[in-house]
C-alpha cells in the first residue's frame, strides 16, 4: 500500500491494517499541512473505501468528514418510501408534481440516480484503497465540512480519474456551479461531449432523469464563468479574497482597515427590527462573511436580496466588532453605496414555460441552438477552455477609492 504523508508537525493516531502496515488518521492538523505549497497542498492521501453510497458518494476511512467529489452532480437514489410512492403514479406525474414545489431545478430521486450508484458499486468494485487529491490546495472543504476531493483508484495497470470517468458514463453531468475544473477542466469536457454524443445515462432520451441538463449547465457555466473571472483579477490584485479558501479570514484580519474586494456567495439575510440588516456571504455553516446594511434604500438598490443563492463581489473596508454574547471579534464591510455590490450578469433572456417536460427556472437562460452543440468539439479536436471574461454588460472594476471608516456595527 502507497502512504503519502504530508509534512507537518502533529500528533495522529493510527489504524492497524495487519502486515505491519499502518493507516494514518487524519485531523484537521494533517488535512491543513502543506497547503502552502502548491504541490503538495493537492495531495490529501491514500484512504481504505469504506462504503459507495450513491454516484456521486463515498466513505473511507481516516478522515473526520465525509466527501464531495468535484464535478459531479449525480441524480437521487430512491432512499424514501414516499419517494417511491409519488413515483407510482408515472414518471411525468412524479416530476410535473415536484417541479410544482419549487422554482429552482427540481432534485428529486430518478431511475438513473439509481443507476449511477449501481455504476459506482461496480467501478469501485474490488478497489480496497482509494487515492484522493484536491483541485486547488486553498480549497479543503465546501459549506457543509465535507473535503472537496478527486478520487483515483488503480485498475488493470492504470490510473483512473472516478470523476471523470463518471461523467464520460453520463452517469453525471459536468458540474461547474461551484467553479470550473482547475486541473482537469478539459478532461470533463471531452468526456461530457462524448456521453452525450454516444447517448449514455442522462443523455439518453429513453430513460427517465432531469429533462432540462441544457438550462443547468448554462447556469452553471455562467456561475463557473463568475468565479473564473474573479481569480483572474485576484492573481493582479493583493486585497481580493476569495472567501471558500481555508486562509481567507486570516486575510481579511491582515487586510483590516483596509479596502478590499471578496468574492462570496449570498446566504442568509438577516433583517434587524431596530438595527442594520446582516447579508451574509456563505462559507461554513458555522462561519459566514456579513455585509452590513445600515440604511434600508441602499439595501434595495444594491440588488443583493435578489442575488441570495448566487455569487457577488463585495467592495468595502474591513472593519471588526466585539459581538457582546460571544465575547469575539468579528470581521465584516458595512455598506454604504449600491456600487459596493457587483452582482452575477443577469441571463439575456427569461426562459419560456413551454412545457412540463422543461421545467422553468427564470434564473437559467435558454441555450440558443447551435451546430455542433457547444460542449461537442468536432471528433479529432481538444475541446478549447472556456473564456475566462467577465460579462460584457458589467461594468468594469474600477480603481480601488478609499472610502470613510465605517463605525462597526454593533448588536443591539
Excluded at 457555466?221 to 486570516?250: C, G, M, P
Excluded at 442594520?276 to 443583493?304: C, E, N, Q, Y
Aim: charged fraction near 30%.
Amino acid at each position: 500500500m502507497r502512504l503519502i504523508l504530508l509534512p507537518t508537525l502533529f500528533v495522529a493516531w493510527t489504524l492497524a491494517l495487519g502486515c505491519g502496515q499502518q493507516l494514518i488518521r487524519y485531523d484537521r492538523t494533517t488535512v491543513l499541512a502543506g497547503v502552502k505549497d502548491d504541490k503538495v497542498g493537492l495531495v490529501l492521501g491514500d484512504f481504505p473505501l469504506s462504503k459507495v453510497l450513491d454516484g456521486d458518494t463515498i466513505r473511507v476511512d481516516g478522515l473526520d468528514a465525509s466527501l464531495r467529489l468535484l464535478g459531479l452532480d449525480s441524480e437521487e437514489t430512491f432512499k424514501y418510501k414516499a419517494d417511491l410512492r409519488a413515483y407510482e403514479k408515472g414518471w411525468a406525474v412524479y416530476l410535473a408534481e415536484a417541479q410544482a414545489r419549487t422554482k429552482s431545478p427540481v432534485k428529486i430521486a430518478t431511475p438513473l440516480g439509481d443507476e449511477a450508484k449501481k455504476f459506482a458499486q461496480k467501478f469501485f468494485d474490488g478497489v480496497r484503497i482509494v487515492h484522493l487529491e484536491r483541485d486547488h490546495p486553498k480549497e479543503i472543504r465546501d459549506f457543509y465540512n465535507r473535503y472537496l476531493t478527486y478520487v483515483f483508484v488503480e485498475k488493470d495497470g492504470k490510473r483512473l480519474n472516478y470523476n471523470v470517468e463518471c461523467v464520460r458514463a453520463g452517469m453525471s453531468p459536468y458540474f461547474s456551479k461551484y467553479g470550473y475544473s482547475r486541473r482537469f477542466h478539459n478532461e470533463f469536457v471531452a468526456a461530457q461531449a462524448e456521453a452525450r454524443k454516444a447517448q449514455r445515462g442522462i443523455w439518453d432520451p429513453k430513460k427517465q432523469h432531469y429533462p432540462d441538463y441544457d438550462r443547468r449547465l448554462a447556469w452553471w457555466d455562467r456561475r463557473a464563468d463568475y468565479i473564473q473571472a474573479f481569480e483572474r483579477d485576484a492573481s493582479d490584485h493583493k486585497n481580493y479574497v476569495v472567501l471558500t479558501h481555508w486562509d481567507a479570514f486570516a486575510r481579511l484580519e491582515d487586510l483590516l482597515g483596509r479596502e478590499v474586494v471578496v468574492l462570496g456567495s449570498v446566504g442568509d439575510i438577516r433583517k434587524g427590527e431596530t438595527g442594520p440588516t446582516r447579508v451574509m456571504l456563505s462559507r461554513r455553516r458555522t462561519a459566514s462573511f456579513p455585509l452590513i446594511f445600515f440604511d434600508k434604500d441602499v439595501l434595495t438598490r444594491s440588488g443583493v436580496e435578489a442575488a441570495k443563492g448566487e455569487f457577488i463581489r463585495a467592495h468595502g473596508i474591513v472593519a471588526k466588532y466585539r459581538n457582546k454574547y460571544t465575547n469575539k471579534d468579528v470581521l465584516q464591510i458595512v455598506v454604504t453605496l449600491p456600487e459596493q455590490v457587483e452582482r452575477e450578469a443577469p441571463p439575456a433572456e427569461p426562459v419560456p414555460a413551454d412545457s412540463v417536460a422543461t421545467p422553468v427556472d427564470p434564473a437559467i437562460p435558454v441555450l440558443p441552438p447551435a451546430e455542433p452543440p457547444p460542449d461537442e468539439p468536432p471528433q479529432g479536436t481538444s475541446p478549447p477552455a472556456p473564456a475566462i471574461t467577465a460579462d460584457p454588460a458589467a461594468p468594469p472594476l474600477p480603481s480601488p477609492t478609499p472610502l470613510p471608516p465605517p463605525s462597526p456595527a454593533k448588536r443591539g
